[in-house]
């Protein structure tokens, strides 16, 4: 019989072993992003062959290690309530600078991100997958303060190199792409308006030319990175057309050439569910000076081709790399906690569910770093108009779906650390749930995406040249199985989405919405089967994947699935 103190004594011997496990799990996490995600190594080498892999693996390894330490504990300090961004509209001798105040932590970690050269590498042809790289080794962290601002620069540089005047690229372009946190600018974009939404079209910030200058007048609901140095704007030339054909877009600084503000005037700083280290504002342009760039009547088209789509591609990276960050964490924390009297990695649920988490964030990795090699095809003339078709239409998808998997991940993982995983201070993963929802919302929210992915299928027949390229990977593929296996796919979902052409967009919409699943399941699927005639080691994570989401949902037999379970949860 067991007495009061032998009791006690095994009550303290399991908190100290329970306390001892979660220090082990504490001290099992990557001190490198990069050398720990076996997956992101081989997609570039895959897209890059070992030569080019190798003139970049020192920066990818650097930035990999300052990622996963002195950045991560930056990052978490600086998105403590106290730390948040404030505003500051006056100087401290009365002078308007309409100002945000950041926490130092913040720019210890802007120095390493920006260090890192991920902008700096846009100023080589041909750098997008990249730039897309180190982004995603950035945004283990979340939005971190600094990846939106990342995504939003990007898009700004873009545009001064496809779209801007040679005097606006020399004036700003080596700006942009200064590696030193000090001395660089960063950029933004401000489009939504608060009648709009996602209305572009409805905007309705007037520009009026006098002496030959542009200037802005209106208000801007969201404003993501507000001190930006230079912001992208829509803004409705005075008489020009309504709708999105009327609008223009202007490269507006935020300074003047004697450091006043530039008639830019923060009304309020937003209070978001989350990317809370990120100054979002509103803000009133009060006769803004502005450069116009490229043609009257372009300016929403370019938004989208330069601004939009880079940060759809950056949004998803983003998102998929938030999915990776809450996968080693579950992953880690199951090799080391106990429960009903065994390891959390070998219950059977566990095992799945982590199962479902990396065979999900392996499928989103491989089709946004595809996206992101084929825009360094097209922007280097390597491409065809099929393949530039198949971005259209993809770079939207893989947004929408890539955002919205990747807020279930991050919900997964909370689900194996139990009530660990709901605490703020224990992990990363509550930052990153509301970090995703915010993802999810961000340029483009689901039924927006969906809508324009319609109206470009019904316009344009993106969907054949979608299809098209689905088929000729399925077509090159060595193994057999696949083959037909892929071929009877694309075929099925060809005829799927025929009734679309005839539909009126808002109930092609709706009809679409499944579609548009499949259709993404079958790209990620692809990514995975072309990788995997080269690594047979993603072979199960495809098969597993392709039965849940592109077969009929049950497992040829038990012991197989169980053993597929075994097997893919295995694996960091």
């Not at 590696?179 to 308006?193: I, K, M």
């Not at 929403?300 to 940060?311: E, G, H, K």
């Amino acid at each position: 019989m067991s007495t009061p103190a032998k009791e006690l004594k095994l009550s303290v011997a399991g908190t100290a072993q329970g306390r001892a496990e979660l220090q082990a799990w504490e001290r099992s996490q990557p001190s490198n992003f990069y050398e720990t995600d076996q997956h992101l190594q081989s997609l570039l080498a895959f897209y890059w062959g070992e030569q080019r892999l190798q003139q970049h693996i020192a920066r990818l390894r650097e930035f990999g290690a300052a990622a996963a330490t002195v950045v991560d504990q930056a990052v978490q300090r600086a998105n403590q309530p106290e730390n948040l961004p404030r505003l500051e509209r006056w100087s401290a001798v009365g002078e308007r600078t309409e100002d945000v105040i950041h926490s130092q932590d913040h720019h210890l970690a802007g120095k390493f991100i920006y260090g890192s050269g991920t902008m700096g590498v846009y100023g080589q042809p041909g750098s997008n997958l990249l730039a897309q790289a180190l982004f995603y080794l950035s945004s283990y962290n979340g939005e971190a303060g600094h990846n939106c601002p990342l995504a939003c620069t990007a898009g700004v540089i873009k545009t001064l190199q496809f779209a801007a005047s040679e005097e606006l690229k020399a004036k700003y372009l080596f700006r942009l792409l200064d590696e030193n946190y000090d001395t660089r600018w960063h950029g933004a974009q401000f489009l939504t308006e608060v009648q709009g939404g996602s209305d572009v079209g409805a905007n309705a910030v007037m520009a009026t030319l006098r002496d030959g200058q542009w200037w802005l007048n209106g208000e801007k609901w969201f404003c993501s990175n507000v001190t930006a140095d230079l912001a992208l704007v829509t803004a409705r030339p005075d008489g020009a057309a309504a709708g999105t054909k009327g609008l223009g877009l202007f490269l507006v600084p935020r300074k003047l050439e004697d450091g006043t503000p530039n008639g830019m005037y923060i009304r309020r700083l937003k209070d978001k569910l989350g990317t809370k280290s990120l100054a979002t504002a509103e803000v009133d342009f009060k006769d803004a000076l502005a450069y116009q760039i490229g043609a009257p009547g372009k300016g929403f088209q370019q938004a989208m081709d330069f601004v939009v789509n880079t940060s759809r591609l950056y949004n998803a990276v983003g998102s998929t790399a938030a999915g990776r960050r809450a996968y080693v964490i579950a992953w880690t924390y199951a090799q080391q906690r106990h429960a009903f009297g065994v390891p959390l990695k070998d219950l059977p649920l566990v095992q799945q569910t982590l199962t479902e988490m990396r065979a999900t964030t392996m499928a989103l990795t491989a089709g946004s770093m595809y996206l992101a090699h084929l825009r360094d095809e097209i922007e280097t003339g390597n491409a065809d108009d099929a393949a530039r078709q198949f971005f259209r239409l993809a770079v939207n998808l893989n947004k929408y779906r890539s955002s919205f998997l990747a807020t279930g991940v991050v919900r997964q993982g909370i689900e194996v650390l139990g009530g660990n995983g709901a605490m703020e201070n224990f992990s990363v993963l509550p930052r990153l749930l509301r970090d995703c929802v915010i993802f999810e919302a961000w340029e483009g929210a689901h039924n927006t995406l969906l809508a324009q992915s319609v109206r470009d299928i019904q316009r344009y027949k993106l969907d054949a040249a979608f299809c098209q390229q689905l088929a000729d990977w399925f077509d090159g593929l060595d193994d057999a199985v696949l083959r037909e296996r892929g071929r009877a796919e694309v075929a099925a979902l060809r005829q799927a989405l025929q009734p679309l052409h005839e539909m009126q967009d808002a109930w092609a919409g709706a009809l679409f919405k499944p579609l548009a699943d499949r259709l993404m399941w079958l790209f990620y699927c692809a990514c995975l089967a072309r990788e995997a005639e080269q690594d047979d080691s993603k072979r199960v994570v495809l098969d597993w994947l392709w039965q849940k989401t592109l077969g009929q949902g049950q497992p040829e037999s038990a012991n197989a699935y169980v053993r597929q379970l075994s097997e893919i949860s295995a694996v960091l």
